[in-house]
């Protein structure tokens, strides 16, 4: 079909009028394919039974006008309606500048504009605001990311999150709220104590932004009121590929099911949460902070391949049956321990700890000790009140290769060099199992104390000669 040319130039006119920065254009055009496409009419519907062939043709015209009028009606009304209640009809992009050069100035009036699958561009320019999201859309920084600053208003509203380790919710204030939604965040600045962002539910991702001074929360206070970056209700939330400096942690509660990947963190940043059973956290950079990784709760995360260079508590585990595996521990002198594991049965494997007082310690732990690589300054693996496995490792310790205080694990086929004791058994009950382990420059090869039962060393051999 072939519009009139009126009606060509007059409904853009009519869209544009109705609904700036809505792709009137666009509108068109589908209502142009679509009237194209329309089936024909019946015949017993058309004029030829009834008029002669010498009229038929006007008739024909005035026809397709009618009904080219009517459809257009149609849609003006169509539009009418869906824009008073808000809703848009085709997805599109929305531009936030804060100079006025764009659709709005603010990103409030972004998002109230926007719909399900819609991008809104963020110029450069200072926001002070808060809001919430709860459509499927992207918000993209436009321009230098650090040129683009979200900041929370000092007094604006919090929301309650999470319950860590028993501690009761707290408020947490936000710059953004996602509240059971899907959106993308990326390429903006969140500055300011307050400007955290908070995804309640969904599966939003928040990628390749920064956040600079956020919450600064300090461990074993409330993180929820502190932190940068939140995630809740059974979220299942991508963070990924952000930098986080001198800020609050990127925590996580409710058995919240994050991807925290490719994350750069610094000057306090950490991570830190009552992870879900899908929960991964992995290759992850953190450096110069008191605190690493830490996992609370009865699930089965997976910490994989995250690098820490002078964090004083690496990575923290109590419960459940985290999968702790492939990362890199460094500290040029550190008094702490590299992995620690408190009442859980999880795995600890193949992990380098250099540089840390204890490389791994566990208490009440079920699980796994494998294939570790550490060279301490104090005590390689020390177990206690715990049974499992402890297999495999590398361990090089200026005092004690392997202590064991009332535990029985299973240990074979470790390697310990360079200790002043090889091997500590302290404590009744203990009854350890060894095969295939050496002991490599050792002062002395067993030391037993405390009531200890003697065990049978012949799974304690020297190292072979070169």
Known sequence: ?????????????????????????????????????????PGWATSERWFPMTE???????????VTV???????????????????????????????SGDVTTLSEGVAMAGDGDTILVRPGTYTEVVTITQDLEIRGDGDIETIVIRATDDGPSTETGVLAGRPAADQRYAILIFEADPTLSGLTFAGEPSAVVAIGGAPTIMGNHFDGVGLGQPYEVEAIRS??????????????????????????DLSEA???GNELAGGAHIVGGFGDAAEIRDNHLEWAQWGIESRGDAA????????????????????????????????????????YDDGVGVIDRNTVNGYARGVAVTDFDGSITANTIDSGFEGVNVTDSTGTVSGNRITAVFTGL???????????????????????????????????????????????????EPDLSGLGNCAEP
């Open 228 to 253: 940068a970056i939140v995630v809740g209700g059974g979220s299942r939330a991508t963070i990924r590929g952000n930098r986080v400096v001198d800020s609050g942690p990127i925590a996580s509660f």
């Open 70 to 100: 009517g459809a257009i009606l149609l849609l003006a009304l169509a539009l009418a309606a869906s824009f008073a209640v808000g809703s848009r009809l085709v997805a599109g992009t929305i531009v936030v500048a804060a100079d006025g």
């Open 301 to 340: 995360p997976l910490i994989e391949g995250n690098t820490m260079t002078e964090v004083g508590f690496p990575i923290r585990a109590e419960q459940g049956a985290a999968i702790i595996r492939g990362n890199h521990i460094e500290h040029a002198s550190s008094n702490e321990t590299g992995i620690q």
């Open 1 to 41: 079909m072939t519009l009139p040319n009126d009606f060509r130039e007059q409904l853009p006119e009519l869209l544009d009028e109705r609904a700036p920065q809505r792709a009137p254009e666009e509108l068109f055009k589908r209502f142009a394919e679509r009237m194209e496409g329309a089936p024909q009419r």
């Open 56 to 66: 038929r043709v006007h008739l024909d015209q005035a026809r397709r006008m009618a």
């Open 403 to 453: 202590t064991l205080s009332r535990s029985s694990p299973q240990v074979v086929d470790n390697s310990i060099e360079g200790s002043d004791t090889g091997v500590s058994i302290a404590g009744a009950g203990s009854a350890p199992t060894f095969s295939g382990n050496e002991l490599c420059g050792t002062r002395r090869s067993v030391a037993v104390s405390d009531g200890a039962t």
């Open 259 to 261: 991807l925290i990947e």
